[in-house]
Nanobody
Framework: QVQLVESGGGLVQAGGSLRLSCAASGSIFRFNTMGWYRQAPGKQRELVAALTRGGITNYADSVKGRFTISRDYAKNTVYLQMSSLKPEDTAVYYC?????????????WGQGTQVTVSS
């Protein structure tokens, strides 16, 4: 069973920074991809940033240059460093991990952490 636990959310002023953490139960090396999604009230969940096992990153256009995804294998943790935050970044942020098994992709999700950016 995979467990993902997010932390690091909170209230920050526009222009500020936060770092989100996603701690996984067990080695994160087993995951083909790990990423961060967010969902604002009344909106669909959207991809923010993703990182493949091979080190390829993918960012939403709205966060490019401001957010950075990274990982620490020793701590089984994935991070999302968020800088120059804007009020429109306000959302619940979810950690995601995907693993391929028998040609099927299995998705795992954390419980989410709230990020609120005040103007």
């Amino acid at each position: 069973q995979v467990q993902l636990v997010e932390s690091g959310g909170g209230l920050v002023q526009a222009g500020g920074s936060l770092r989100l953490s996603c701690a996984a139960s067990g080695s994160i090396f087993r995951f083909n991809t790990m990423g961060w999604y967010r969902q604002a009230p009344g909106k669909q969940r959207e991809l923010v940033a993703a990182l493949t096992r091979g080190g390829i990153t993918n960012y939403a256009d709205s966060v490019k240059g401001r957010f950075t995804i990274s990982r620490d294998y020793a701590k089984n943790t994935v991070y999302l460093q968020m800088s120059s935050l804007k009020p429109e970044d306000t959302a619940v942020y979810y950690c995601n991990a995907g693993v391929m098994s028998d040609s099927l992709l299995y998705d795992y999700w954390g419980q989410g952490t709230q990020v609120t950016v005040s103007s």
